[in-house]
Nanobody, 116 residues
Framework: QVQLVESGGGLVQPGGSLTLSCTASAIIFDDMPMAWFRQAPGKQRDLVATITNIGKTTYDNSVRGRFTISRDNAKKMVYLQMNSLKPEDTAVYYC??????????WGRGTQVTVSS
């Protein structure tokens, strides 16, 4: 069964922190680089961070130094620790394998809203 379930979003003030979690099915997760994406209202879905199955990471310039992606291969979970959040980080956040495109299976995402 194909599964992607994101959680951990919410409303946070600027400068605050959130940790997102994602549970993935084996067919998507095992031995695959995984990633977090985000889609702000009226905009396309953008890649935020990636992590290989051995833990090598990459980040978009807009989040480097503030966000940290990690994974637990035994639990088939991916995490995104977000610090120093800004209003422009407001979006729906999705996880998927790192080369996913719009035609692939996607979960419902989790809403992150940064506002005072």
């Amino acid at each position: 069964q194909v599964q992607l379930v994101e959680s951990g979003g919410g409303l946070v003030q600027p400068g605050g922190s959130l940790t997102l979690s994602c549970t993935a099915s084996a067919i998507i997760f095992d031995d695959m680089p995984m990633a977090w994406f985000r889609q702000a209202p009226g905009k396309q879905r953008d890649l935020v961070a990636t992590i290989t199955n051995i833990g090598k990471t990459t980040y978009d310039n807009s989040v480097r130094g503030r966000f940290t992606i990690s994974r637990d291969n035994a639990k088939k979970m991916v995490y995104l620790q977000m610090n120093s959040l800004k209003p422009e980080d407001t979006a729906v956040y999705y996880c998927n394998h790192a080369i996913a495109h719009s035609g692939d299976f996607w979960g419902r995402g989790t809403q992150v809203t940064v506002s005072s």
